[in-house]
């Protein structure tokens, strides 16, 4: 496996002909008129239902067994001060419980003995402590509903009675569930729990419209989303008609849906049964690994426009790689990619949220579940939170090396630019229509398969149980970009920016617009000479070595 290995020099008056930026990549801002809007919560995340409850679980696992890892854990201690402040840190989140297991988990509000030899249960102690997580970190709340594994023969006739007490201990008690589910992957039963248990998309319809029916009587203040089918890389819903039940589903329900949502991983890990991509440091930092999000996000915004127009839409669960995340890769590093783009062209696609698995659990996770050490995505998810507001803006960005998305800032009259460098050589950014440049923040490492980043050159850490901003070293206003390298850029964008839209648009916008000549492109700084010769450089990363070290655990 393919290992690049980085190290830092000082900075120098002039670029080697090695670290020379290879060519000039051009941004521009098309229109302060959004293209689309995300939720507050839109960078949300999930705890499964199997470390919620203490089921089969995938750190340890060397494979899988009915879709789940092999390793049994205990429930996890949710009332810990650490995991609070790693979580309020992320700011506004809809937490999501669901997973492979949530569709065979008994609730304690049911008075139906188990049959399993060792049942997992969900019990009163357990949900209670669930709900004051919740509330106690401001959390919006996503529950999974069981839809339960039985013979194909019963599909159609879903029985109501332990959600219906579920939801009932709810209301006595007064937690709240913003957004309820019903079943977790329910087009990939065949590949889970065998092939007699896969419904197909017309029983699925009347199931789901009894479930509507169900929430809306006893919980009304609840969303209600679904299918949530898993798509795979290349494959999509994979096998047809038998499993690609997402849009016969939707034109078969008489209910309506709230959110439509999905589930994908642009990665397979080596322990999981069906893969299209499996995770590896080649793929993970190839931009062609990312492009198959755009194809299905479209292809569900269709089926939406057609099926259940006031529907918003969800990405309801994402990860670096199915089936836990790769060892030794999904918490490197060179997993901060994909994320970092995908929560961009996500928006950009029309995605109100994005529902990451895991918060803590799994090698995908962003925090590690046995040390509560944030991984290094947990802080490319920090800058998010902290920099990019719920507006969408349309940027042209024609550099194959370079992906580029824009939202608004978190005050007004700001906008953030989220420039993803996936290359070994640095990158000069011109920006055009962005206005006035006042900070930036760069996410590099010493390595892709290290376990620790640097935001401008720091290690980010905690102090006195918060990290802010200003703890970061202020970089200069050049406009390069590191090797390997997540950044955001901050503007006070021009008020006498000519709208090319007048009015917001319902169309699904691509992340890579088609090519077209850019006239009249003016540098953020016309005074500023491009000699790149003569530009000081930033800290440059170099690349030393290409070895096959792919297990390199270096906590540079």
């Not at 506004?92 to 249960?121: C, M, N, Q, W």
């Not at 509507?212 to 096998?239: N, Q, Y």
């Not at 930092?285 to 198959?292: F, G, H, K």
Request: glycine share 6%.
């Amino acid at each position: 496996m393919l290992s690049l290995r980085l190290r830092r020099k000082p900075a120098q008056s002039k670029l080697s002909k090695f670290n020379r930026p290879n060519k000039t990549a051009i941004v521009t801002l098309k229109s302060l008129t959004p293209v689309q809007r995300v939720e507050e919560r839109y960078l949300s995340f999930s705890i499964d239902i199997s470390v919620v409850a203490g089921g089969f679980w995938w750190e340890g696992s060397q494979k899988t067994k009915d879709g789940l890892g092999t390793e049994r854990i205990p429930p996890i201690d949710l009332n810990q001060k650490k995991l609070d402040l790693l979580v309020q840190a992320l700011g506004p989140a809809y937490l999501r419980v669901g997973g492979s297991e949530a569709d065979k988990v008994h609730y304690f509000t049911t008075s139906r003995t188990p049959s399993d030899p060792a049942p997992l249960i969900i019990t009163q102690q357990i949900w209670d402590a669930l709900h004051q997580f919740v509330e106690r970190n401001q959390l919006g709340f996503m529950f999974t509903f069981k839809y339960g594994l039985f013979n194909r023969k019963q599909h159609g006739d879903w029985l109501p009675e332990e959600t219906q007490g579920l939801l009932q201990y709810c209301r006595q008690k007064g937690y709240k569930i913003d957004v309820c589910e019903l079943g977790n992957e329910l087009n990939a039963y065949w590949a889970f729990h065998g092939i007699r248990s896969q419904p197909s998309a017309n029983k699925l319809a009347k199931d789901y419209d009894r479930f509507c029916r169900l929430v809306r009587m006893v919980s009304p203040d609840s969303r209600i989303a679904g299918p949530g089918s898993a798509f795979w890389p290349k494959l999509g819903e994979t096998i047809r008609p038998f499993s690609n039940i997402t849009t016969h589903l939707l034109a078969n329900m008489e209910e309506r849906l709230d959110i439509i949502d999905w589930h994908y991983y642009p990665f397979q890990s080596k322990r999981s049964p069906v893969r299209t991509r499996t995770a590896t440091l080649e793929k993970v930092i190839a931009p062609s690994s990312l492009d198959d999000f755009e194809q299905y996000a479209r292809q569900l915004s269709r089926w939406r426009n057609k099926h259940q127009p006031s529907a918003t839409l969800w990405t309801g669960e994402t990860g670096s790689a199915q089936c836990g995340g790769q060892a030794k890769l999904s918490d490197r590093f060179a997993s901060c990619f994909w994320w970092a783009d995908q929560l961009g062209r996500g928006a950009l696609l029309g995605q109100t949220t994005m529902v990451r698995q895991s918060l803590i659990g799994g090698d995908y996770a962003l925090i590690n579940r046995k040390t509560l050490k944030p991984n290094p995505d947990y802080w490319v998810s920090w800058l998010w939170g902290k920099l990019m507001g719920q507006e969408v803006y349309q940027v042209e960005c024609f550099d194959p090396d370079i992906q580029a998305y824009c939202h608004s800032g978190k005050k007004e009259g700001k906008c953030t630019l989220l420039i993803i460098n996936m290359t070994s050589k640095p990158k000069r950014i011109l920006c055009h229509n962005f206005g006035a440049k006042k900070k930036r923040f760069e996410i590099t490492a010493a390595s892709l398969t290290s376990k620790k980043v640097r935001i401008n050159g720091a290690k980010p850490k905690f102090n006195n149980g918060k990290v802010k901003l200003r703890d970061f070293p202020k970089l200069s206003k050049l406009n390069l970009v590191s090797p390997y390298s997540i950044n955001f850029w901050c503007f006070e964008h021009q008020t006498t920016l000519k709208e090319t839209n007048n009015s917001p648009s319902n169309e699904v916008y691509s992340a890579q617009p088609t090519p077209a000549k850019i006239n009249n492109v003016i540098p953020l700084y016309p005074d500023e000479e491009i000699k790149p010769d003569t530009v000081p450089a930033p800290a440059p990363i170099n690349v030393i070595s290409l070895a096959s070290d792919a297990q390199n655990t270096n906590e540079d």
